[in-house]
C-alpha cells in the first residue's frame, strides 16, 4: 500500500518562497507519475505540477516560471518549490501519485497560506 505524507506548507508573504515534500512510503515509487494538486473550498481540484517517471515535467500556466517540481527516487520525494507566492496560490496542496491503469494514491495535503 502507498503513503504519501506532505510536508512544508505555511504562511508566506506575497512574493515569498516555500518548498512543500512530499514523502511516499511503499510501492515502486521510481514507475509513479508524481503532482502537486491544490484545492481551494469550494473550487475544483486543480494539478499545479506533474514531473512523470521519465523525468518530464508539465506546470499548470499559473505557475510556470514560477515553481519547480522535482524528484528524488533514492529517497522517494517529490518537492515542489514555490517563488513569488501570490494571494491567489492560498490552499491545501496535496501529492498523488498515480501510474496507466490503475487507482492513484492521495496524500492528505499541508496547508499553505499567502498573506500579508
Known amino acids: 500500500q502507498v503513503q504519501i505524507v506532505e510536508s512544508g506548507g505555511g504562511l508566506a508573504q506575497p512574493g515569498g518562497s516555500l518548498t512543500l515534500s512530499c514523502k511516499v512510503s511503499?510501492?515502486?515509487?521510481?514507475?509513479?507519475?508524481m503532482s502537486w494538486y491544490r484545492q481551494v473550498p469550494g473550487k475544483e481540484r486543480e494539478q499545479v505540477a506533474e514531473v512523470t517517471s521519465a523525468r518530464n515535467t508539465i506546470y499548470a500556466d499559473s505557475v510556470r516560471g514560477r515553481f519547480t517540481i522535482s524528484r528524488g527516487n533514492a529517497k522517494k520525494t517529490v518537492t515542489l518549490q514555490m517563488k513569488d507566492l501570490r494571494v491567489e496560490g492560498k490552499a491545501g496542496y496535496l501529492c498523488?501519485?498515480?501510474?496507466?491503469?490503475?487507482?492513484?494514491?492521495w496524500g492528505r495535503g499541508t496547508q499553505v497560506t499567502v498573506s500579508s
Open positions: 511503499g510501492g515502486i515509487f521510481s514507475i509513479y507519475d
Open positions: 498523488f501519485a498515480d501510474k496507466p491503469y490503475e487507482p492513484g494514491f
